[in-house]
């Protein structure tokens, strides 16, 4: 499995972006798909995962301002972040996971999100 993560960049705080995670089998094969970060000296979040029953979960720091969704027919998750804020500055991860009999796990590259004025 092959998770090709993009859209990152730089953003003004206030800002929006969109990040994609394509997969490259059907994303149907997953009992859930999301995202991680991870910003310089911290802990790696949660930031937000979907479930195939189509159930969402957030860190508890998105506060309504990010949006997780997949499109089965392009076998993609997207986050589509509003109101960024420099403390969302990280690594962000996309993650794909099936249960068997224990949660497997695959993963895309980090892509870059900077919010600086």
């Known amino acids: 499995v092959q998770l090709q993560a993009y859209g990152g960049g730089l953003v003004q705080p206030g800002g929006s972006l969109r990040l994609s995670c394509a997969a490259s089998v059907s994303i149907s094969n997953f009992d859930r798909m999301g995202w991680y970060r991870r910003a310089p000296g911290k802990e790696r979040d949660m930031v937000a995962r979907?479930?195939?029953?189509?159930?969402?979960y957030y860190g508890d720091f998105v506060k309504g301002r990010f949006t997780i969704s997949r499109s089965t027919a392009e076998n993609t998750v997207l986050l589509q972040m509003h109101n960024l804020e420099p403390e969302d500055t990280a690594l962000y991860y996309c993650?794909?996971?099936?249960?068997?009999?224990?949660?497997?796990?695959?993963w895309g590259q980090g892509t870059l999100v900077t919010v600086s004025s």
């Open positions: 979907i479930h195939s029953s189509g159930d969402t």
């Open positions: 993650f794909a996971e099936h249960w068997d009999g224990r949660w497997v796990a695959s």
